[in-house]
């Protein structure tokens, strides 16, 4: 498949550098500052291009447990065992995780998303306790591969952040070195083609003890990985208070977790200190409004977070919590709430956390935007309908107009992977009736 071609005749084309009508032109898979000659072309007429969106959250093993009951609108106490049921009832392997990760992945590519991190928090639950049996590791590895494997099939990016959520601290130490060494076995974490990324991520202090944030550091320190974990959402700060006496983010601080190359995700619930205190530490945030919003968990403040320095990315987090994977849908909901926490954000500085502050927030920084020599990941957005009838500002629109507008064409490292709103490497009937098939429902 040619990695080359050209868009043509853009209304817009929109990057966190700046904004211009014209063309994009891509060779060998990167922009490129001149169209290669005999290269395909797709006509942009009408249409804003922007950079291919980067969810930087998500837990993609979700997408096979939407709108269960007892999950919507409940406490996160009521939540996480309602969902660690449905997990256990539908027994998490590489089969399950491949099914799932193919639906959420087609979802995202088919709503402009061309990177994925997938938060991976359930591993296998043996009869005896989880030890370092080999037997053990291939699980663990066959279910990562699962997600990788769904990501290629379809041509988007993934990272996948193995995560824990209560595990043993050297078990998952372990899970994550054998992870990184199958698939990201260069220091830093990212595969030779820039496809699949490995990185870690205890689910927060609330589930995990200090000995398994201490362990995961380690590997990701061994193998150059980025480290994630989400912190003050109800949960997280209810048991931090009550088992430590202190507040997530002092704990995360003691324990080595503030620091370049973390990212903490949701922060509902964070004072102006604590804010000082991730801005002083260098640590990327993750707001998730399409998760915490609707099921009552709060709200980021993401003004106050960009105004001290913080790299703010988005993430949709799963379908647990969050049933549709629609990251632009996500990034109008956060329009539409940041008043209620602060200053009323700009269109543009959520799509700029979209795509550059997600994608920074994974240490990729070559993702995320349109400019000479980056990776070729582009969305088409077509606004001639009527959705945008009497738009003044078509980026702008983007978000708010058209509520679940999905892009023409998208594009992952100079490759079509959408063409005039399909997939061109998989059938969508086929990946939900598979996933429909694996969970029996």
Known sequence: M?????????LSVWSVAGESPGDVHVADGHVARTAREGAPELDASGCVVTPGLVNAH????????????????VPMREW???????YRSAGVDGGLSHAAARAGIAEALLSGVTTVADHHLTWPAPAEPRTNATSLLDDDVAIADGVVRA??????????????????????????EAIARAFAPAHGGVGDDGMVQVAVGPAGVHSDREDTFAALGEVARKFG??????????????????RYGRRPLELLDAWGWLEEGVTVAHLCDVHDDEIALLADRGVTATHAPGCDVPMGWGVAPVAKLLAAGITVG??????GSNDAGHLLADARLALQVSGLVGRQLTAREV??????????????????RIAPGVPADLCVWDVSGVADAGVADPVGGLLWASPGRRPRHVVVGGRIVVRDYRLTAGDEAEISAALRERVGR
């Open 80 to 86: 996480l065992p309602t969902m660690a049921a449905a």
């Open 225 to 242: 990985l980025r480290r994630r974990t989400q912190a003050n959402e109800q949960v997280d700060t209810e048991i931090a208070a009550s």
């Open 2 to 10: 040619s990695t080359s071609l050209s868009l043509r005749n853009a």
């Open 314 to 319: 988005l993430g949709t987090s799963g379908g």
């Open 58 to 73: 998500h837990h993609l093993l979700q997408t096979a447990f939407r709108t269960l009951p007892g999950t919507r609108g």
């Open 151 to 176: 990501a290629r099939e379809l041509g988007g990016r993934v990272a996948f952040v193995r995560g824990t959520a209560g595990d043993d601290a050297a078990v998952a130490a372990a899970s994550a």
């Open 351 to 368: 799509l700029a956390a979209a795509t550059a502050g997600s994608a920074d927030g994974l240490g990729r920084p070559e993702l995320g």
